[in-house]
C-alpha cells in the first residue's frame, strides 16, 4: 500500500536493526485519514470471505481495526491484556509470550462477542514474532469460530510471524512489509 | 444523545450502583456506527472551538476519540498507560490515582505531539471521579497549550469528576449523564 509505505519512509523511524518507531500516525498520534486508507485497503482484501467479526487487541489495533470493522459493517471485538473491572469469569483467555520481557500474559476476551460459526478477520498494527497472533488464534479456536485471515498493517518480514501464520495455513495481509531497518535506513519488500 | 442513551439501556448493564457495563459497544465489542454519530456529536459541539488535536488516554477512549478527530481533522494523541517500547525520555508524564487500586500510576505523552498553542479536547469514554481528567490536565499544562474542553461518552453524575472539572473551570460535554444504577436500574439525567 503506497500511501502507507510513504508515511513510513517520511514519517517513521528504524531506532534499531529491530525496532520501527511509527508514533507519529500509528500507535501514540493517529492519522485518522490514513487509518481510513487502511481500513479501506483491509476491507477490499477481505470483503468477499463472509467476515463477522473483526478482532484486534489493545490499544494499537484498534484504531486500523475500527476503519476496517466499520467498512465491512460488522463489530469489532478487542482483547484485554488486563482484564477489566467488567469482565466475569465468561471469558476465554489465551497466551502471549513477550520475547522482550521473558515472561508469558494472559489476554482476554468476552465469550459473548466471539461464538461458535463467527469468521473472523483478526488485525494488528505489528506482525513480527507472531506471539500475539498465536493468542489470538487459541481464543477463536476456543470459541469454535474460524479465522479468514490476518491483517497486518506492518509486517517485519525479517521476523518469523510471517512464515510461522502461513506454515499453520493461516492468510497473512501485510499492506507495508519491511525487508530491512539495518544500518537505520528502512528497505521494503516489493 | 438519544441514540447512546437507548444503546445504555438496551446493551448495557448496571453491575452496582457503581458501576456499568458497556462492553458490547463502547469498550471491549465496539459499535462503529455509534461510535461514528458519537464523533460527529462532539465534533458538532466544539467545530468552533479551535481545535488543534484530540487527546485522550488507551484504551476504551480510542473510538470515540477517533471518529470526533476524524471529523474535525485533526490529530488523535492517546495517552498510553506504560512507556512503549519506541519511547524515550521526551515525554510528559501525569499521573493517575485509581480509588480501586488505591495506587497512582504515571501516564505519558510524547512531547513530539502536543506543544505550546495547541488547542486541545480531551476526550474519554467514562467520567466518574475525574482522576484520569486530572493527569491528562496536567500533561497539557506542561506542554503549554490550552484545554478547549472536555468530551465524555457517559458520565456518571452521582461522582465528583463532573463538579470537580467545572469547578476548575472547563467545559464538560457529556453525551450520556447516569443519574443512578441503583437496583440495577440506569437512569439519566434529562
Known amino acids: 500500500m ?25 500507535n501514540h498520534q493517529i492519522d ?3 487509518m481510513i486508507a487502511v481500513g479501506h485497503e483491509f476491507s477490499a ?3 468477499n470471505d463472509g467476515i463477522t467479526k473483526v478482532l484486534t487487541i489493545e490499544s494499537s489495533g484498534i484504531a486500523p481495526s475500527f476503519t476496517t470493522a466499520n467498512e465491512l459493517n460488522v ?3 478487542f482483547a484485554r491484556k488486563k482484564k477489566s473491572l467488567t469482565m466475569d469469569d465468561n471469558v476465554y483467555v489465551g497466551q502471549v509470550y513477550s ?20 469468521r473472523v478477520l483478526i488485525i494488528d498494527d505489528f506482525l513480527a514474532n507472531g506471539q500475539v497472533a498465536l493468542g489470538l ?6 470459541a469454535n469460530a474460524s ?3 490476518f491483517g497486518i ?15 499453520l495455513g493461516y492468510r497473512v495481509e501485510s499492506l507495508a512489509r519491511i525487508k530491512s531497518l539495518q544500518a537505520g535506513s528502512i528497505t521494503f519488500i516489493e
Do not use: M, W, Y
Request: proline share 3%; charged share 35%.
Open 99 to 118: 520475547f522482550t520481557k521473558k515472561e508469558t500474559n494472559n489476554i482476554t476476551v468476552s465469550k459473548d462477542f466471539i461464538k461458535k460459526g463467527d
Open 32 to 34: 485518522t485519514q490514513l
Open 137 to 142: 488464534i487459541d481464543i477463536v479456536k476456543q
Open 45 to 47: 482484501r477481505f470483503k
Open 153 to 167: 498493517v506492518i509486517e517485519k518480514s525479517f521476523q518469523p510471524g510471517r512464515d510461522q501464520l502461513n506454515e
Open 75 to 77: 463489530p469489532l471485538i
Open 2 to 26: 503506497e500511501l502507507l509505505k510513504q508515511a513510513i519512509k517520511e514519517r517513521g523511524k528504524a531506532l534499531s536493526d529491530q525496532v520501527l518507531k511509527v508514533d507519529a500516525f500509528l
Open 147 to 149: 479465522i479468514a485471515g
